[in-house]
């Protein structure tokens, strides 16, 4: 078991170093350059194409409306990276991680945008008469048969990685932070999790969207408005904190207080990886979901689509690392959601840490619910739809496991398992260009088109 732990942690190394965060950020500025920038001219578009997209429109080319499949994809990537992620960065690289963070994210539009266009445009139906798709089936599709193993690649990372980062480690996060604010013990969090899931889940994606419509927009909202309520507070330290972001991003950190300090390079890598880790472009995710949108154009699909990057780490990140550095705890020593937890409780105290904790909560029950759709695709693509039912039950069933469970091997493998599906994304990604630049020309062609 060493053994393999060993080597576990030597893949996950090079999954998630430094030549795998340049592949990533360096396809999404290519992919930027081919598109002439237009994620970033046209982010207030895709918010405008978003919110008139509520309505389900022609249910015949999809299953749920292109806002509901945004707000799924958001509850798969807005999690437990959005608070303990982003105090982790910090922890480790500083301030200036926040800054690269941000750039992940603008870079990380263009690719977004690439990767739900070609999954809706390359979707296909199932048996059912389902609409499915996503990066495995774009790599079949758009690169043909001699290219289908990468697709098969993709699936089985996609499919192994839920269980452990979008289901068991989620609710082991959960238990831990209901525990630690309101002693509610691991077992409890478990069936009570399981339950709720099991009444969603066992719905499909009809009724993942609609919660995920319902609780997504709430608790995104919540959580900006307990953020900003916090920096008023701290209004004060705003300029001195964007001030040490921007300096940090570009000049090491010298260790004071609990902070051991940290080089240019720790605050690029560790930004960089949170904010891929957080918003999930360059894995290929969100174009499984918009793909079961009712959606004829794969251009307003990935207009919708890269908004959920803009909103997870543009928004929600930022709220975050902000309170963080304006607090001044980042040089206590703690990390992750104790880090998060305690530069709440300092501009809210007695109150706080609870709402983290309820945060925590609410971020890791959605993210099981999105990536249980995810999963479930992925396990479609590789066995076909007779897999779907069991998938869901043994997804239910492994719920309760994940909150009393020691998941640290686990979490290692699935972390690891979910870097590598960058890999077979990111070659479908340069290879596909060519169709991602004329599908996007030739619909910005049209003059009806051009004001969006």
Not at 353 to 377: D, K, N, P, V
């Amino acid at each position: 078991m060493e053994l393999l732990d060993k080597l576990v942690n030597s893949v996950n190394g090079v999954v998630w170093g430094p030549l795998m965060l340049v592949l990533i950020l360096g396809t999404g500025l290519f992919l930027m350059l081919r598109l002439r920038f237009m994620p970033l001219s046209k982010i207030a578009a895709g918010f405008r194409l978003a919110w008139r997209s509520r309505s389900k429109g022609d249910e015949s080319t999809g299953e749920i409306s292109p806002f509901q499949a945004l707000m799924t994809s958001l509850a798969a990537t807005v999690g437990t990276g959005n608070i303990a992620g982003v105090a982790t960065a910090i922890f480790l690289g500083g301030p200036g991680a926040l800054f690269w963070m941000w750039v992940t994210a603008l870079v990380g539009m263009a690719t977004k945008y690439s990767e739900v266009l070609l999954a809706v445009h390359y979707r296909e139906k199932d048996p059912r008469g389902e609409f499915t798709g996503g990066p495995m089936y774009a790599i079949r599709n758009g690169l043909g048969p001699k290219w289908a193993w990468l697709g098969v690649l993709f699936a089985l990372f996609g499919g192994l990685a839920g269980f452990g980062i979008g289901n068991m480690v989620q609710v082991n996060s959960m238990a831990d932070a209901l525990n630690a604010s309101f002693g509610l013990p691991d077992w409890v969090t478990g069936v009570v999790t399981m339950v709720l899931i099991g009444l969603v889940v066992l719905g499909g994606i009809r009724r993942i969207g609609a919660v995920a419509e319902a609780l997504v927009p709430f608790m995104c909202v919540a959580y900006i408005i307990a953020a900003v309520i916090s920096l008023v507070i701290m209004a004060d330290a705003i300029p001195a904190a964007l001030q040490l972001i921007f300096t940090h991003a570009f000049s090491p950190v010298a260790a004071t207080g609990g902070f051991a300090g940290a080089a240019v390079m720790a605050a690029m890598r560790y930004g960089v990886a949170r904010g891929i880790f957080s918003n999930e472009a360059g894995l290929g995710t969100a174009g499984i979901v918009q793909a079961a949108g009712t959606s004829n154009s794969p251009v307003r699909s990935g207009m919708i689509g890269m908004i959920g990057t803009f909103i997870d780490t543009i928004v929600i990140c930022t709220m975050t690392g902000l309170v963080i550095v304006c607090s001044g705890l980042w040089t206590s020593g703690d990390s992750g959601a104790v880090l998060s937890s305690a530069a709440f409780d300092k501009a809210l105290p007695g109150i706080g840490h609870y709402i983290i904790a309820l945060a925590l909560a609410i971020f890791a029950f959605t993210t099981i619910l999105g990536w249980s759709y995810l999963s479930e695709r992925c396990w479609e693509f590789l066995v076909g739809v007779k897999s779907i039912l069991p998938f869901r039950i043994v997804w239910v069933i492994a719920v309760p496991f994940g909150a009393i469970a020691q998941l640290d091997f686990a979490w290692l493998l699935a972390d690891t398992l979910n870097g590598l599906m960058a890999v077979p994304n990111l070659i479908a990604l340069v290879l596909l260009s060519p169709v991602v630049v004329k599908l996007t020309r030739e619909h910005f062609a049209d003059k009806a088109n051009r004001l969006e």
